[in-house]
Every structure is written in C-alpha cells, then in structure tokens.
C-alpha cells in the first residue's frame, strides 16, 4: 500500500525533517503538533493539519509520532485526545520517538486492543539526517507491518534494519545511544587535550577524522565545537533522558555501563547550570570545567 494516508504527530528537530521527507516522496499527509505554529511550513507545502492526535488518526492509515520521552508519547497516543480514541482498526501506529522499551510494549498491547498495530522505530542520524532522508532506522514489531510501513521508512531513512519483536526497536537505539555518548566523550577528551596541548584544532580535526577513530560525532559536532556553536542537532536534556533509559536497562540486567554512567553525571553537572538546551556535544564544557574551571 504506497498510497496510504499518513499521519505525523510531533513536529520538533527531528519530526520536521521526516514529515517533509514524507511528503516530498509525494504522500499525502496530515500533521498535529502541540505547538501549531511549526506546522505552518509544512502546511504551506501541503501537509493537512488535524485539531488533535485522535483527529489525526480518524484521517489515516498509519500514524508516526516522533515526540519526547516516554509520558509525551503516551500522552499523543493513548491519552486523553490521543490517537487510540480516533483509529481505525486496521491501521498501524509507528513510534519514531526514543522511549522505555516496557512502555512501548505496553501502549502497543492498548492499542491492539482496539485492533491498532504499533511499531517501535527509533532513528539515528541526528537532525541532518533527518532533514536529508538518511536516518537509521531500528524497528521492532511483526514483519508484515514493517514490510506496510517500508515504503515510507525509504523517504526517511538508508539504513532500515527489523531488528527484532515490539520494544527491540527500542533496546537497539539504546545499544546506539551508549556508543554516542562514548563518542562525545572521547571525542571531549580529545579536542580538550589537542587545545591544552596547543595544536591546531582545524588541522587535528581534519588529520584525525578521516582515520581509525573518526566517527558520526566527530565530524558533525567536532566542527560545531570549534566554532562555539552550541545549537542542538540533539539537546542535552534528550540525550540525558535516553542516557537514563540505558542506565536503567542496564541495572535491570546487572550490565555494568561505566562511560555511559561518567557522561550522565557529567550531562547533570551542565544541566544544573542550565544548559539543558544546549546540543550534547556541549559535553566539552563539563571536562573544561574539571580542567581549567572554565566552561
Ligand atoms: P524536539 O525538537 O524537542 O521536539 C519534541 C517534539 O515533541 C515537539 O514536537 C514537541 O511539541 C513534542 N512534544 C513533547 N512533549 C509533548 C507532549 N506531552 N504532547 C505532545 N507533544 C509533545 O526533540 P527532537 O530532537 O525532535 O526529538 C524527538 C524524539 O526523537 C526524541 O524522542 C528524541 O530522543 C529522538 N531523537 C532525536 C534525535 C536528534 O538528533 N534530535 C536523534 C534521534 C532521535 P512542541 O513543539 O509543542 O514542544
């Protein structure tokens, strides 16, 4: 089904991007954000906009929401005005946003309840990825509604990978995230000891990067650094809630996570200096803290 009527719910960095990938793929599309005016561009390229989540789902057959943490999905998908009060049984809901793997498995059983499938589908790539449709996609469900939802994850994403039954979508953008943030802290280290050490931070970054230890991180957020540009592409208070989903997981299965347990103590420390909103590659400034004072 290449022609079904799609939903997009949640309109923030990343849902911007994939909506209009959607729709540039040419597929007819109706959006909800709790925050209408940034829908207003992708309405003026043709996107419909609905007055609720459940408007939403009334008009389509598969409806992807890509917001927060794990309460803003529950709230767009089983609550009060949620989407559940407005699908038709049949259609399938697909969850892009990072959550608890347990919730997901528990809003999918709500909303099969009403004869709704959901999929967990998680991406990485960060918002140039999702603006330019090469996301990584991680999707958890049965195959039959992956293989429905295919076609769209192709306007999206390059890597689409089903990876195993409802919540392993989740669990392998956990896998992801632990590998992020041990990238921005080698990453932090690196560029700290390459200042300290007074090289030159333009050339180290182009002599490094190409080679064994470059990385997704480096090269994106490695340049932002060097330019003071501390604009999320991901926000250190997203990345800290999905640092704290590993760190949860991790303890339930007696798995130690020591970097990844360093990073969300360093992340706190920046928060408590209200720097929240900053990208996570702001990393840097809790090391430049702990070196020189200076953040
Ligand atoms: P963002 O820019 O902060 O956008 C968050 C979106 O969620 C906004 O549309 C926001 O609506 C909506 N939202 C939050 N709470 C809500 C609620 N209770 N009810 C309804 N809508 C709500 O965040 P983002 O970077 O796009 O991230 C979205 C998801 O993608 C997160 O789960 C994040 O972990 C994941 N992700 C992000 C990246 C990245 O690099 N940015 C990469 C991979 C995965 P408003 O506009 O009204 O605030």
């Known amino acids: 089904m290449t022609n079904a009527a799609l939903g997009f719910i949640g309109l923030g960095i990343m849902g911007q991007g ?42 389509s057959d598969i409806i992807f929401t890509c917001v927060s943490d794990t309460p803003d999905v529950e709230a767009v998908l089983v609550g009060e005005h949620g989407v559940i009060h407005g699908a038709r049984p049949g259609s399938l809901v697909v969850d892009m946003s990072t959550i608890s793997p347990a919730a997901t498995r528990a ?7 009403r004869g709704v499938a959901m999929l967990d589908a998680p991406v990485s790539g960060g918002s140039e990825g999702a603006a330019r449709g090469t996301l990584s996609i991680m999707v958890g469900g049965a195959a039959e509604h992956v293989e429905r939802a295919r076609p ?70 490695g340049p932002q650094i060097l330019a003071d540009d501390w604009r999320p592409g991901f926000t250190i208070d997203l990345q800290q809630k999905d640092v704290r989903l590993c760190l949860r997981e991790g303890d339930a299965l007696g798995v130690p996570l020591l970097a990844t347990s360093l990073v969300f103590n360093l992340y706190r420390v920046l928060q408590a200096d209200g720097l929240g909103h900053e990208g996570n590659h702001a990393l840097i400034k809790a090391l430049r803290k702990l070196g020189d004072g200076k953040g």
């Open 18 to 59: 994939m909506a209009r990938n959607l729709l540039k793929h040419g597929h007819p599309i109706t959006v909800w954000n709790r925050t209408p005016a940034k829908a207003d561009a992708l309405v003026a390229e043709g996107a419909r906009w609905a007055e609720s989540p459940a408007a939403v789902a009334a008009g």
């Open 107 to 113: 809003i999918g059983a709500k909303l099969a309840e």
């Open 152 to 221: 769209y994850f192709e306007a999206m994403g390059k890597t689409i990978t089903h990876v195993g039954s409802p919540g392993d979508g989740q669990m392998v953008k956990l896998v992801n995230q632990i590998l992020v943030v041990g990238n921005a802290l080698a990453m932090s280290e690196a560029l700290e000891f390459a200042r300290a050490g007074g090289l030159d931070l333009q050339k180290t970054l182009a002599a490094v990067s190409g080679g064994a230890a470059g990385s997704w991180m480096l090269s994106n957020r």
